[in-house]
């Protein structure tokens, strides 16, 4: 596709439109020769790069978060703990919150039932029995979830011990390589999109390719839907004007759909937060750098409904029960699976597949990745960046006095999207 000129564009065509074709090419070519060896071949090729991702994933999650909290503690020391502790409080219950919302859609969009067939419904000590334990073998058994603890102890201690400054430089020196080097392959996103889309009529036909669509559908009600939630909130709960905060959506809301990835949004994220929702530097970097680490709320909601349409393909048995106990590990998830296109699919679908005891894991992850690719990710990180910027609003003007901050809207306000 060529050496990029900007970002997301490649030969004068923006990245939306390359996953796009690549995805409906796929699409085209598996259902007219679903017998080609050739298209087997190329489909197979292109599970291979997922599969090394999800070979290297605890690896690259304890580098990204590393370096986020070492950045955190050596650029704000003085107000690290709070700032962190805040901010990851935030974040953690407006996850939460998705869940429970997407939880409440999920009966209204999809056919999925209430329990399997032939199985009664659990009691609520149950199925909070249940709870405990897919949370318990996540937390102990998953190396990505040990990962994530581990990077966040591990770099604030090299932010803040000044014997293990140099071992907080090379963290962050490390992450922005790594950030680096899947900017570098944005290039080959659509083409591993069009490789793994031609398994879907290879496999399931006509109905898995209306079955993806049907799941588009899903995740762009839920997307559009929460980012409406978000605008209200903040014109409820912060001191933004609609102009600010329509401005910052104009801005942020279209690159996030272009980039599908929360680390090509950052740089737009960060210079709108500041001068269209007039954020003081400090709140906007705190805010939109760790929540393009921390903040997958729309990827949550958008994952579970991936894993409807996955299990269904697959004929793995699949109701609401099995869903709502989902939710703790999704949740924690949702808080290690980094901001790249594509990301919750490499990422959580491996361990997705072990709590539903997937028959076959290789052919659970890379059908999860194939769904969970072109219009999905893109709608989800719209959803995510934007909701970064509003909670920056939040801190700004309901925590200021708690963080000891000046709560005055930057002079900068007056907005580069107006």
Request: charged share 10%; net charge positive; with cysteine.
């Amino acid at each position: 596709m060529g050496k990029e000129k900007k970002v997301g564009v490649f030969f004068g065509i923006p990245f939306p439109v390359w996953v796009i074709g690549f995805l409906i090419t796929g699409f085209g070519l598996g259902y007219l020769y679903p017998k080609s060896l050739i298209l087997k071949a190329i489909y197979e090729s292109g599970s291979y790069f997922p599969k090394t991702v999800v070979t290297f994933s605890a690896l690259l999650i304890f580098i990204l978060l590393s370096a986020a909290m070492a950045k955190l503690v050596l650029f704000h020391r003085e107000k690290a703990g709070k700032l962190f502790g805040l901010i990851f409080v935030i974040y953690f219950a407006m996850g939460l919150v998705s869940l429970i919302y997407v939880s409440v859609l999920i009966p209204l969009l999809t056919n999925l039932p209430i329990n399997q067939a032939g199985h009664s419904l659990p009691s609520p000590l149950a199925w909070l029995k249940l709870v405990g334990n897919t949370f318990s073998k996540v937390m102990t058994q998953q190396p990505l979830l040990q990962a994530l603890v581990g990077s966040m102890i591990i770099g604030y201690l090299s932010g803040y011990l000044k014997v293990l400054r140099p071992l907080a430089h090379g963290f962050i020196k490390a992450g922005d390589l790594v950030l680096l080097g899947f900017k570098k392959l944005l290039w080959y996103y659509p083409i591993m999109i069009g490789c793994l889309a031609i398994g879907i009529p290879l496999k399931f036909g006509v109905k898995g390719v209306a079955m993806y669509g049907a799941t588009v559908l899903w995740v762009a009600f839920g997307s559009l839907t929460w980012s409406v939630f978000m605008i209200i909130l903040a014109k409820v709960a912060t001191k933004r004007t609609f102009k600010q905060i329509f401005s910052y959506f104009g801005s942020v809301w279209p690159t996030g759909f272009g980039t599908g990835g929360s680390y090509d949004t950052l740089a737009v994220n960060l210079i709108s937060a500041e001068t269209d929702l007039g954020l003081k530097p400090e709140i906007a970097e705190v805010s939109i750098v760790f929540g393009t680490v921390l903040n997958k709320n729309v990827t949550t909601m958008a994952v579970l409904f991936v894993t409807i349409t996955v299990c269904a393909m697959l004929k793995i048995p699949l109701s609401l029960t099995e869903i709502l106990v989902l939710i703790p590990p999704v949740l924690i998830l949702g808080l290690e699976s980094p901001g790249i296109p594509g990301g919750a699919g490499f990422f959580m679908s491996p361990i997705i597949g072990v709590l539903l005891v997937a028959p076959d894991m290789q052919i659970f992850v890379t059908t999860f990745v194939t769904v969970y690719s072109g219009l999905i990710p893109m709608f989800a990180t719209a959803g995510n960046t934007t909701s970064d910027g509003m909670v920056g609003a939040l801190l700004q003007d309901r925590f200021s006095h708690y963080l000891g901050m000046d709560s005055k809207i930057s002079k900068k306000g007056d907005g580069i999207g107006a």
